[in-house]
Every structure is written in C-alpha cells, then in structure tokens.
T-cell receptor, first 111, second 112 residues
Framework: EDQVTQSPEALRLQEGESSSLNCSYT??????LFWYRQDPGKGPEFLFT???AGEEKEKERLKATLTKKESFLHITAPKPEDSATYLC????????????FGSGTQLTVLP | DAGITQSPRHKVTETGTPVTLRCHQT?????MYWYRQDPGHGLRLIHY???????DKGEVSDGYSVSRSKTEDFLLTLESATSSQTSVYFC???????????FGNGTRLTVT
C-alpha cells in the first residue's frame, strides 16, 4: 500500500525565516511526486512534479527536491502570502492512474 | 481553475436522502477524479474515470457511485447519505497519465 507522510503538521515562521517541509513516501515504484498549495476554501493548486531522485524544481521562493524516500519543499525568505497548506502526493508504478496524498503541512508566515 | 466547475458549492441534506454532485470540465481531459477531504485524513480518492463510461474505485468508494456519460461531466452520487459523508468533495482532471491533477474549488456537503 502506498503511503505518504508529511511533517510537520503545522509550522509557524516569521517573515524571512527560511525552513523546509518534509514529505516521506513508501511506494512500490515511484512514477512521480507532486507538490500542491491549498488556500482556505479553495482546491489544491499545482506547484511541482518531480520524477527521479536528485531532481530539483524552483518557483519564486519555493524549491522542491527529491530523494529515493522523501521530498523536501524549501521555502526561502517566506512572506505572509506564502501562508497556506502544502500537500504532496505520489503516483506509483502499480497504480499509475491514481495519486495518493499526504495530510499536508499548514504553514503560517507572520509579518 | 483549469476550466473545472463543481456544483453545488454548498449543500446541506438529511440522512438517508440521495445526493448528486456534479463536476463539469471545459478542457476535454480524459481523466476525472473525485476526492474527499477531511481533517486528519487529507485527500482520499473515491472514484475516478479514465474515459467515457470507464470508471474505477478508489480507497473510500463504499456508499458512492459515479457516472460519466460525456467527456465533460463526472457525477458523484450518494445513494443514501450518512453523517460520515459530511466532507468537502473535490473534483480533479488531467489529460495524460503522468500529468498533474488540476482541482476544482470543491463542494462542501453537510449531512444532518
């Protein structure tokens, strides 16, 4: 069974205080790992896809990295508008049509 | 929102009544999904479709059925709603097997 665990559950940062969110996964074979951002009352918004260990993707203050067992979402010098819940999901070789999601990390950036 | 419309956005219904949620897309994408989101559980897959009239179950499919008679519409039906089905329901679409999912803004369903 595919499993995705995100930590921490919640994170409070001061504006400008960099940090990282963790997504650890157990799958039979990774086809892809996806990061999403979700604002209250909205659907998840796609950020990145990572396909193989060692791959990195960047967008503004966000950088996602991938190893064989986990992914990190690094947030550099965050701003209050980065406050949201960040979700990761995996697509496994054995269930390629589906994505399995973690429970998310709720990030709050204080001004 | 990637051309996805969910309706209704909010619904309150009573235990034992049937409920149908609708997802409509304008992207002509092949794959459509229904997820539910609950505190502490994250997003869990209910059913998905990989083409017109082609559907399959997800991890929490009990008590739910789906239909897809047209590419653009994917319906989720609760035959007899229960309080445990109180949740936020999200529809998602994607065009290819390795593409990311794109989500609608959800339907908040309350079963009293």
């Amino acid at each position: 069974e595919d499993q995705v665990t995100q930590s921490p559950e919640a994170l409070r940062l001061q504006e400008g205080e960099s940090s990282s969110l963790n997504c650890s996964y157990t799958v039979s074979g990774l086809r892809g790992l996806f990061w999403y951002r979700q604002d209250p009352g909205k659907g998840p918004e796609f950020l990145f896809t990572l396909y193989s260990a060692g791959e990195e993707k960047e967008k503004e203050r966000l950088k996602a990295t991938l190893t064989k067992k986990e992914s990190f979402l690094h947030i550099t010098a965050p701003k209050p508008e980065d406050s949201a819940t960040y979700l990761c999901a995996v697509q496994a070789e054995g269930s390629a049509r589906q994505l399995t999601f973690g429970s998310g990390t709720q990030l709050t950036v204080l001004p | 929102d990637a051309g996805i419309t969910q309706s209704p956005r909010h619904k309150v219904t009573e235990t034992g009544t049937p409920v149908t949620l609708r997802c409509h897309q304008t992207e002509n994408h092949r794959y459509m999904y229904w997820y539910r989101q609950d505190p502490g559980h994250g997003l869990r897959l209910i059913h998905y479709s990989y083409g017109v009239k082609d559907t399959d179950k997800g991890e929490v499919s009990d008590g739910y059925s789906v239909s897809r008679s047209k590419t653009e519409d994917f319906l989720l039906t609760l035959e007899s709603a229960t309080s445990s089905q109180t949740s936020v329901y999200f529809c998602a679409i994607r065009d290819q097997i390795n593409s990311p999912l794109h989500f609608g803004n959800g339907t908040r369903l309350t079963v009293t």
